[in-house]
């Protein structure tokens, strides 16, 4: 395997010796085309023989070689960077020779190299060198992209596309073959750009593409950033044609930026990416404002949204991140990670179960958090239909333990983190978030009534996010990779998504505009229907929905909507000064009757008795209406 890898490349002083041989071949022939120019007996008259000439030419060439370093790059990889490299040489060559003519003629009365030779050797000698490079390249990069090699379009013709065809022509662990620029510029139709013809994006290009066997489009990284997505790549996307990118993309502000070695490897375009989400801005200061030099606590860090918040959260200098959660191997990896990436940030990992109110207590005591994001809950729909009483301790006593600790120890802010599966409810996850939201604005509201400058305990809802634990996306990614099939629930199943940083962008603003007892809701743009879904992610994976990949209607499960809501009937909005973030305007409830009737829930839930446990839910939130699910008969009246 050592000798083989040996041979995938020249080593230096082959490069040099070849570089040697062709300048000698350079000299010669300036030697004759020299003597068959001019009068040969007058040329040398005084002149050094010309084998010594020779040696002197080819001496000051090599010392030059060296100095310039014109042997050290690969020939196959031959850059603008090595020609120039080549053109000084031979230019401080011609110059130094030059010089020295002069000097022995002012010396000794005559020159020892012929100037006519020197004239002529400079150029010659850099062309061959020249084609040598471009030579090995061209034949290199032709063997490497054979007939076999997957044909691509590139979208984008700037800086980023061309550094893209130029890897693909280059770099030996790319196997797609470049055919053409795709653009939407129409005055660069009909032009070539690197040798590649530019077309336009039409219906005749689609004809064309199928025609001559396309089927992959990558997309620049810089086009990437000026198309909408969402709207621009379904024409690509309907037409059956894989869209890949670079994983970077996101990396560049500038066109100069742009390099084949930041570029990287090519890869499919994310279902993310294909999703309309406008961009997310929050007011930073506001932020900074409320986190710099606090202590911050986040329960369930470990997970996809606690996770994402800590990342956030130590951005605005805060003066230490206490990380709560009951998962040892995630939480673990976690410190590891963030301590690798945020060495000047004080992060402090705890394993704890926010059921058990001593423990948290005890955290409390020891840490005194100023901000408190409360994001631990059990989420999965379908199986905590079948443990009603693990939701009510997780996501009801839970919530109600941080609640009640963070006044002891006067926490300026709680943010809780709810779903809006808690807005009129079909399922006991949701049923389960709605009652700690009910616990938490109550108990503020009673509080607020004696000290005004109590704990502010804000909620917020949002839908599904992207790329967590448990999503739609990673789950289908798995079925498509094992063949299919590709199961959706429903065909008519649609949700709303939104992505994990934006969530939590959207989680720490909202933290800041709330005065306490609001329920923020935020913009989760236009539903996605899960079936379309299902179907774009297999055509980006290559494959043809339902001929390649079935797609089987596996039926709603116990629990499951049709569609989610944001608010129920009842409820109305308000503005806020992000248009993004809006206020719930919900109903109001006593704190005392419904803490009673919550310390009934939970200790009711450490019962064997799952249909009492869901019947006082229902008594708590009268809008919980069971779907799909055993517990339908409890809403028999």
């Given at each position: 395997?050592?000798?083989?890898?040996?041979?995938?490349?020249?080593?230096?002083?082959?490069?040099?010796?070849?570089?040697?041989?062709?300048?000698?071949?350079?000299?010669?022939?300036?030697?004759?085309?020299?003597?068959?120019?001019?009068?040969?007996?007058?040329?040398?008259?005084?002149?050094?023989?010309?084998?010594?000439?020779?040696?002197?030419?080819?001496?000051?060439?090599?010392?030059?070689?060296?100095?310039?370093?014109?042997?050290?790059?690969?020939?196959?990889?031959?850059?603008?960077?090595?020609?120039?490299?080549?053109?000084?040489?031979?230019?401080?060559?011609?110059?130094?020779?030059?010089?020295?003519?002069?000097?022995?003629?002012?010396?000794?009365?005559?020159?020892?190299?012929?100037?006519?030779?020197?004239?002529?050797?400079?150029?010659?000698?850099?062309?061959?060198?020249?084609?040598?490079?471009?030579?090995?390249?061209?034949?290199?990069?032709?063997?490497?992209?054979?007939?076999?090699?997957?044909?691509v379009v590139i979208y984008g013709t700037q800086t980023a596309g061309l550094a893209i065809a130029k890897m693909l022509r280059s770099a030996g662990n790319t196997p797609y073959r470049p055919i053409a620029f795709i653009s939407t510029e129409d005055q660069r139709y009909g032009y070539e750009i690197a040798g590649l013809p530019v077309r336009p994006i039409n219906d005749r290009l689609f004809a064309w593409m199928e025609k001559a066997n396309i089927h992959h489009v990558i997309v620049s990284p810089l086009k990437m950033r000026e198309i909408n997505p969402a709207k621009d790549?379904?024409?690509?996307?309907?037409?059956?044609?894989?869209?890949?990118?670079?994983?970077?993309?996101?990396?560049?502000?500038?066109?100069?930026?742009?390099?084949?070695?930041?570029?990287?490897?090519?890869?499919?375009?994310?279902?993310?990416?294909?999703?309309?989400?406008?961009?997310?801005?929050?007011?930073?200061?506001?932020?900074?404002?409320?986190?710099?030099?606090?202590?911050?606590?986040?329960?369930?860090?470990?997970?996809?949204?606690?996770?994402?918040?800590?990342?956030?959260?130590?951005?605005?200098?805060?003066?230490?991140?206490?990380?709560?959660?009951?998962?040892?191997?995630?939480?673990?990896?976690?410190?590891?990670?963030?301590?690798?990436?945020?060495?000047?940030?004080?992060?402090?990992?705890?394993?704890?179960?926010?059921?058990?109110r001593d423990r948290i207590e005890s955290i409390f005591n020891e840490t005194r958090p100023d901000v408190v994001y409360h994001a631990a809950a059990y989420k999965h729909v379908p199986l905590m239909e079948n443990y009603p009483g693990e939701a009510i301790q997780a996501n009801v006593l839970g919530t109600k333990n941080m609640a009640d600790i963070a006044v002891k120890y006067k926490v300026e802010r709680f943010v809780m983190i709810s779903t809006d599966k808690a807005v009129n409810p079909t399922n006991i996850m949701g049923a389960s978030k709605r009652i700690a939201e009910?616990?938490?604005?109550?108990?503020?509201?009673?509080?607020?009534?004696?000290?005004?400058?109590?704990?502010?305990?804000?909620?917020?809802?949002?839908?599904?996010?992207?790329?967590?634990?448990?999503?739609?996306?990673?789950?289908?990614?798995?079925?498509?990779?094992?063949?299919?099939?590709?199961?959706?629930?429903?065909?008519?199943?649609?949700?709303?998504?939104?992505?994990?940083?934006?969530?939590?962008?959207?989680?720490?603003?909202?933290?800041?505009?709330?005065?306490?007892?609001?329920?923020?809701?935020?913009?989760?743009?236009?539903?996605?229907?899960?079936?379309?879904?299902?179907?774009?992610?297999?055509?980006?994976?290559?494959?043809?929905?339902?001929?390649?990949?079935?797609?089987?209607?596996?039926?709603?499960?116990?629990?499951?909507?049709?569609?989610?809501?944001?608010?129920?009937?009842?409820?109305?909005?308000?503005?806020?000064?992000?248009?993004?973030?809006?206020?719930?305007?919900?109903?109001?409830?006593?704190?005392?009757?419904?803490?009673?009737?919550?310390?009934?829930?939970?200790?009711?839930?450490?019962?064997?008795?799952?249909?009492?446990?869901?019947?006082?839910?229902?008594?708590?939130?009268?809008?919980?209406?069971?779907?799909?699910?055993?517990?339908?008969?409890?809403?028999?009246?």
């Amino acid at each position: 395997m050592k000798d083989k890898k040996a041979f995938n490349y020249l080593p230096r002083w082959g490069v040099l010796l070849i570089d040697v041989l062709l300048c000698t071949i350079a000299f010669w022939l300036s030697v004759w085309i020299g003597s068959a120019i001019f009068d040969y007996n007058q040329s040398h008259d005084g002149a050094w023989p010309i084998e010594s000439q020779y040696g002197l030419v080819l001496g000051v060439q090599i010392i030059f070689f060296i100095i310039f370093h014109t042997y050290a790059g690969m020939l196959r990889y031959s850059t603008f960077v090595d020609t120039l490299k080549s053109l000084l040489s031979n230019l401080s060559t011609g110059f130094v020779l030059v010089l020295f003519n002069l000097l022995m003629q002012r010396l000794t009365g005559y020159h020892p190299i012929l100037n006519t030779v020197l004239v002529i050797y400079v150029p010659i000698s850099f062309v061959l060198l020249f084609c040598l490079r471009v030579g090995v390249k061209t034949i290199y990069e032709t063997l490497q992209q054979t007939q076999s090699s997957p044909k691509v379009v590139i979208y984008g013709t700037q800086t980023a596309g061309l550094a893209i065809a130029k890897m693909l022509r280059s770099a030996g662990n790319t196997p797609y073959r470049p055919i053409a620029f795709i653009s939407t510029e129409d005055q660069r139709y009909g032009y070539e750009i690197a040798g590649l013809p530019v077309r336009p994006i039409n219906d005749r290009l689609f004809a064309w593409m199928e025609k001559a066997n396309i089927h992959h489009v990558i997309v620049s990284p810089l086009k990437m950033r000026e198309i909408n997505p969402a709207k621009d790549l379904q024409i690509f996307i309907d037409h059956n044609i894989r869209i890949l990118t670079t994983p970077y993309f996101t990396q560049f502000d500038n066109i100069e930026d742009v390099d084949i070695q930041r570029i990287g490897r090519i890869d499919s375009i994310r279902i993310e990416d294909l999703l309309e989400r406008p961009k997310i801005e929050i007011n930073t200061d506001n932020v900074q404002q409320i986190l710099q030099d606090k202590v911050v606590l986040i329960s369930g860090a470990a997970g996809s949204i606690g996770s994402e918040l800590v990342r956030q959260v130590q951005h605005y200098a805060p003066r230490a991140i206490v990380l709560v959660d009951i998962a040892e191997s995630p939480l673990h990896d976690l410190s590891l990670d963030l301590q690798q990436q945020y060495p000047n940030t004080r992060f402090i990992p705890i394993i704890a179960d926010v059921r058990n109110r001593d423990r948290i207590e005890s955290i409390f005591n020891e840490t005194r958090p100023d901000v408190v994001y409360h994001a631990a809950a059990y989420k999965h729909v379908p199986l905590m239909e079948n443990y009603p009483g693990e939701a009510i301790q997780a996501n009801v006593l839970g919530t109600k333990n941080m609640a009640d600790i963070a006044v002891k120890y006067k926490v300026e802010r709680f943010v809780m983190i709810s779903t809006d599966k808690a807005v009129n409810p079909t399922n006991i996850m949701g049923a389960s978030k709605r009652i700690a939201e009910i616990y938490v604005q109550s108990l503020f509201r009673k509080l607020q009534i004696e000290d005004s400058n109590c704990t502010k305990f804000i909620t917020t809802r949002f839908g599904n996010v992207l790329g967590s634990n448990g999503s739609v996306i990673p789950y289908f990614q798995k079925q498509i990779a094992a063949g299919g099939p590709v199961t959706v629930t429903h065909p008519n199943i649609i949700r709303y998504f939104m992505t994990i940083p934006e969530a939590c962008c959207l989680v720490m603003e909202a933290s800041t505009l709330g005065n306490g007892g609001e329920i923020f809701i935020f913009d989760m743009g236009q539903p996605v229907k899960i079936l379309d879904l299902a179907r774009n992610m297999i055509r980006l994976a290559g494959y043809a929905p339902e001929k390649d990949i079935p797609i089987v209607f596996t039926g709603l499960r116990p629990g499951e909507k049709l569609y989610e809501e944001l608010l129920n009937q009842k409820e109305t909005t308000l503005p806020t000064d992000n248009k993004k973030i809006m206020i719930a305007r919900v109903r109001e409830f006593d704190f005392d009757v419904v803490s009673k009737q919550i310390d009934i829930l939970i200790e009711t839930s450490y019962t064997d008795k799952p249909f009492t446990i869901v019947k006082q839910m229902k008594q708590l939130v009268p809008e919980y209406i069971s779907n799909n699910s055993i517990y339908e008969q409890l809403d028999i009246r």
